[in-house]
């Protein structure tokens, strides 16, 4: 039992690359979400996924895009990389979108010249 | 608007002494409230959470919390801190109706031997 992976675990771009973050969970979650983490702000949500095929903004989705591709996988897009999207990012998984703890992958540090 | 502070960026304890991370939310209705911890280059993990009931809850690694509605506040404690337990602390509010959890801004707690 995997939990939540995460690939790649680091990865370096320039400005106006694109790049597409793979989540995979193995703990038959309805719920899955994307959160960047940056020094001095906490985690921060992206997008999410209440259930499969269903996807709501985040906080910060500007600059983002999510494919909920079926129930295990939730991937996120970067169609444009910037310097400001240079963070460490993490998939999280839970039950469902309640009163649920959420389970949290290892993160992905990506840094954007 | 609806939020969470942790309002120490670090607290430092003696191995053995009590330790309080504070935690403190503005939401509107009941909230549901999270605490996880995060090692070095890891994920986060879950460490307990208030849904309704008993205003102490207890959790992984022998830390528990304590819920004061009137004081909208959810500080996590521990009676006899370990240097392991060295690690950054984040409180998490899912506000009532909502499926999106508000993260505070984390706080380091340094045990020293």
């Known amino acids: 039992n995997a939990g939540v992976t995460q690939t790649p675990k680091f990865q370096v771009l320039k400005t106006g690359q694109s790049m597409t973050l793979q989540c995979a969970q193995d703990m038959n979650h309805n719920s899955m979400y994307w959160y960047r983490q940056d020094p001095g702000m906490g985690l921060r949500l992206i997008y999410y996924?209440?259930?499969?095929?269903?996807?709501d903004k985040g906080e910060v989705p500007n600059g983002y895009n999510v494919s909920r591709l079926n129930k295990r996988e939730f991937s996120l897009r970067l169609e444009s990389a910037a310097p400001s999207q240079t963070s460490v990012y993490f998939c999280?998984?839970?039950?469902?979108?309640?009163?649920?703890?959420?389970?949290f992958g290892p993160g992905t540090r990506l840094t954007v010249l | 608007a609806q939020s969470v502070a942790q309002p120490e960026d670090q607290v430092n304890v003696a191995e053995g002494n009590p330790l309080t991370v504070k935690c403190t939310y503005s939401?509107?209705?009941?909230?549901?409230l999270f605490w996880y911890v995060q090692y070095p280059n890891r994920g986060l993990q879950f460490l307990l959470k208030y849904i309704t009931g008993d205003n102490l809850v207890k959790g992984s690694y022998g830390f528990e919390a304590e819920f004061n509605k009137s004081q909208t506040s959810f500080h996590l404690k521990k009676p006899s801190a370990l240097v392991s337990d060295s690690a950054l602390y984040f409180c998490a509010v899912r506000p009532y109706n909502t499926d999106k959890l508000i993260f505070g801004t984390g706080t380091r707690l340094q045990v020293f031997p």
């Open positions: 939401v509107s209705g009941n909230p549901y």
């Open positions: 996924s209440a259930s499969e095929g269903t996807t």
């Open positions: 999280a998984s839970s039950v469902g979108p309640s009163y649920n703890e959420q389970f």
